[in-house]
């Protein structure tokens, strides 16, 4: 039973569509993030949400709208698809927030190529 | 503007042999550091971390050095087994709960058998 599963795994999609990748965690845990891959392998934080209220968003475009129903799942919402949004998005969950020996557990990725 | 970097994209290791991979970083705030390994079309799976009031931390095959003067830290594999191949992230932290998990660009170890 996968800890962090996200959806879709792939997801090839015109530019200026809109699309929404699903993320749900089975781990009891009360912090979830998305994390985006680039080109150039850099991981880096783009939101976390701790207990359904947002904490962290890191100089994303408003495109990118998160949205949290409950504290099992955190969805990604991309608005206008651009170029530059190809990457592999990741979602990771952490009991409490991520400080000192918590550790993140992350999904399998979201692989978006926009042509 | 890099906080973390490895600035090895590869490294190759025979079997048995030690693998050793590093990683700098520039932001003296940062009190723990995280290994994660990722296998391909998987996420990042924890391996082993270190708080910054120690300088070395073990487990099993797995070792991670922490030099806090010099701002680096190596992650050490012995003996290296070809399931090992992967690639292995940095990641840092600072103390507030609200600081994001930095990650390096990783380090792609290949282990020859």
């Known amino acids: 039973d996968t800890a962090v599963s996200q959806t879709p795994k792939y997801l090839v999609t015109q530019m200026g569509n809109d699309k929404s990748i699903k993320c749900e965690q089975n781990?009891?845990?009360?912090?979830m993030y998305w994390y985006k891959q680039d080109s150039k392998k850099f991981l880096k934080i783009m939101f976390s949400?701790?207990?359904?209220?947002?904490?962290i968003n890191e100089t994303v475009p408003n495109r990118f709208s998160p949205k949290s129903p409950d504290k099992a799942h955190l969805n990604l919402h991309i608005n206008s698809l651009e170029l530059g949004d190809s990457a592999v998005y990741f979602c990771?969950?952490?009991?409490?927030?991520?400080?000192?020996?918590?550790?993140?557990?992350f999904g399998a990725g979201s692989r978006l190529t926009v042509l | 503007d890099q906080q973390v970097k490895q600035n090895s994209p590869s490294l190759s290791v025979q079997e048995g042999r030690i693998s050793i991979l590093n990683c700098d970083y520039t932001?003296?705030?940062?009190?723990?550091f995280l290994w994660y390994k990722k296998y391909p079309a998987e996420g990042p799976t924890f391996l082993i971390s270190?708080?910054?009031?120690?300088d070395k931390n073990e487990d099993g095959r797995f070792t991670v050095f922490l030099n806090k003067s010099a701002k680096h830290l190596s992650l050490h594999i012995v003996p290296s087994q070809p399931g090992d191949s992967a690639v292995y992230f940095c990641?840092?932290?600072?103390?507030?709960?609200?600081?994001?998990?930095?990650f390096g660009k990783g380090t792609r170890l290949s282990v020859i058998a």
């Open positions: 990771a969950s952490s009991q409490g927030l991520a400080t000192g020996a918590n550790v993140l557990t």
């Open positions: 781990l009891g845990h009360d912090t």
């Open positions: 270190i708080s910054s009031i120690k």
């Open positions: 990641a840092a932290r600072g103390l507030s709960g609200n600081t994001p998990l930095v």
């Open positions: 932001n003296s705030m940062f009190d723990y």
């Open positions: 949400y701790n207990n359904k209220e947002l904490i």
